[in-house]
């Protein structure tokens, strides 16, 4: 969508743009609330701000829509479409890579009770699994703090893939 159509748009639609990148209501509502944008630069901006940082609420509702690394999102959504694309770069056909993704991600839902984050897009299947198994090491403390700067990577890679100038 284009920016200047975005201004437009009434409350509802300019949040039914939103969602797909982060499926977060208040992050979603501060970008609406500030329009209009004089520019996609401004509008990452306000973006940015409203996504540093995302609450731990928000970071466990967003994680029920992702998909685990390596497993294709399912569904014709903008989100499964976004993410599909996004995690071009895990090659399913690599196998010993995608079983070590399989049993990173069980190891660390297993252990942060949550499915594994990362900004995927541009990234190699093999970038993403030695991340994953860095990030098992960490404390809780530094894992949601990573995963929270993940999150804004992805809302804001997507929020520029949807609004134009």
């Not at 900004?119 to 993403?128: N, T, Y």
Request: with cysteine; net charge negative; glycine share 4%.
């Amino acid at each position: 969508m284009e920016l200047a159509e975005f201004n437009r748009a009434d409350h509802e639609t300019a949040i039914a743009v939103l969602r797909p990148c982060v499926d977060v209501t208040r992050w979603c509502e501060t970008i609406v609330d500030h329009r209009p944008y004089t520019s996609v630069d401004a509008l990452i901006v306000t973006a940015s701000e409203a996504a540093s940082p995302f609450r731990a609420d928000e970071i466990e509702a967003a994680l029920a829509h992702h998909p685990r690394i390596g497993e294709r999102a399912d569904g014709s959504s903008r989100e499964a479409s976004m993410s599909r694309s996004e995690q071009a770069g895990v090659d399913p056909a690599d196998a010993a890579v995608q079983d070590a993704l399989r049993e990173g991600n069980h190891a660390y839902e297993e252990r942060f009770g949550q499915v594994f984050l990362i900004r995927a897009a541009g990234r190699r299947a093999d970038e993403i699994l030695a991340s994953l198994q860095t990030r098992l090491t960490h404390t809780d403390d530094e894992e949601a703090s990573i995963v929270a700067q993940q999150l804004r990577e992805i809302a804001l890679l997507r929020l520029k893939g949807v609004i134009t100038a």
